[in-house]
């Protein structure tokens, strides 16, 4: 036991030095208690690390998840992405941001957007694009966010170097995910469309494995065809061997019109069986493995689209998540705060992936491929119907839906 969780004085030390956690009802201290004991929790650079989808639980931004969303029933954001570019040499064939235009966010609108969604409860943003290190500017953004907000960084690791890794390690970068579909360079460069992809991306790893103060996980995106064969262990073997930290999963959504396809969305079949790969691989302790149909399944978290999760791309339009190709609003022409209300009255927290469930209505308003504007999501939301909340927020809200 001590050897499989060498941190544990320091895990209850922390825990312990909050006790205000006290406040919060029993059932869903327990529940955040069972779900801990899921992870090995990992010390990095003096950070207790769960999983880079949540703060570290020794770190500021862990007292502002807390103080701000814990004891606090007023709805508030707590995870937001935001593109620092649209440009990306790659071109998968996934991608969620195929057919995004318009004007970049220049610096300062993004920094003070950062400060805006801190303000909004954000305690977790994620830098993405396009390719986030093609920002020029990017070192400089990480510094805006602070010490009391979880940085990650989502990149496919080209225009990497040692130099930069240092630098945005210094500006506060807490948790990088470097892009890997599968362990055959033909494969990864083949969906990624990009020869030397694979390459790319160990390369990436190895920059930020030799800092050594720096989370380090892959971000794969699973084909259906992965799932079907059941190559996701063989995969993650893989990545045990690479040494790195965490392998940061999820399945090929339907958000471009190449995967609205029943046939390729991911069944619950499929879901639940990596949610029990998930908890295996977490008890064995070689990597952390965190799929996101796990912590947004039914049996912990949900979807929080639109609710605690935002997204808002490199043009300044608010998604409410990276899969979901719809606006509720642009940060150039309304407050982040307007729209998030907007956006928050139309998105109560729910079991389920919102666009697993309702790509189709994506498809009926899409026009061209675009993502919806303002007024088609409006009109298709109007068609959703949410289902009930997750475990996690049935204890939380004290009730079911409705
Ligand atoms: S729509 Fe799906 S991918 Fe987006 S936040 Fe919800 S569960 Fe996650």
Redesign the pocket.
């Known amino acids: 036991m001590a050897a499989k969780y060498p941190h544990q004085i320091e895990i209850w030390k922390s825990i312990l030095s909050r006790p205000q956690m006290i406040l919060a009802k029993p059932a869903v201290n327990l529940f955040l208690l069972r779900y801990l004991k899921k992870f090995k929790i990992r010390k990095v650079n003096e950070q207790l690390i769960i999983h880079s989808h949540l703060p570290p639980l020794n770190s500021k931004a862990y007292g502002r998840f807390i103080n701000q969303h814990l004891l606090s029933k007023a709805p508030r954001l707590s995870h937001a992405q935001v593109g620092l570019t649209n440009a990306c040499p790659q071109n998968c064939e996934y991608c969620y941001n195929k057919n995004r235009t318009g004007k970049t966010m220049e610096t300062d609108q993004i920094i003070r957007l950062i400060k805006n969604l801190k303000e909004l409860g954000v305690f977790w943003l994620g830098f993405t694009g396009g390719e986030p290190l093609l920002n020029k500017d990017i070192v400089k953004i990480t510094e805006s966010a602070g010490d009391d907000c979880a940085l990650k960084l989502f990149t496919t690791g080209c225009m990497l170097t040692p130099q930069l890794a240092k630098d945005l390690q210094r500006a506060g970068l807490l948790y990088v995910s470097i892009s890997l579909d599968h362990w055959k360079e033909e494969i990864h460069d083949r969906v990624r469309r990009y020869k030397g992809a694979f390459q790319t991306a160990l390369t990436a790893i190895d920059i930020f494995k030799n800092l050594g103060n720096i989370h380090v996980g892959v971000s794969a995106v699973l084909s259906k065809k992965m799932l079907e064969n059941q190559e996701t262990e063989q995969f993650l073997d893989f990545l045990i061997g690479l040494g790195i930290h965490e392998a940061w999963l999820s399945e090929t ?1 339907p958000s471009v019109d190449k995967f609205w396809n029943p046939d390729l969305v991911i069944s619950e079949e499929e879901r639940v069986a990596l949610v029990a790969l998930q908890d295996r691989y977490n008890q064995e302790g070689k990597i952390t493995v965190n799929y ?1 149909g796990h912590f ?1 399944g039914k049996e912990h978290f949900g ?3 639109g609710h605690k ?1 935002i997204y808002i791309d490199a043009f300044g339009e608010v998604s409410p ?1 990276v ?2 190709p719809m606006t509720m609003g642009n940060i150039k022409q309304e407050s982040i705060q307007e729209i998030y209300k907007r956006m928050t009255s139309h998105f109560p927290s729910e079991e389920s ?4 469930k309702n790509y189709r209505l994506l498809q009926k308003y899409s026009v061209d491929n675009q993502p919806l504007c303002l007024s088609d999501s409006l009109a298709m939301l109007q068609e959703v119907q949410f289902g009930p909340y997750a475990k996690f927020f049935r204890l939380y809200y004290g009730k079911e839906k409705g």
């Open positions: 959504k996101l947004e979807c929080n689209a999760m998540c899969f979901t992936c919102f666009i697993n």
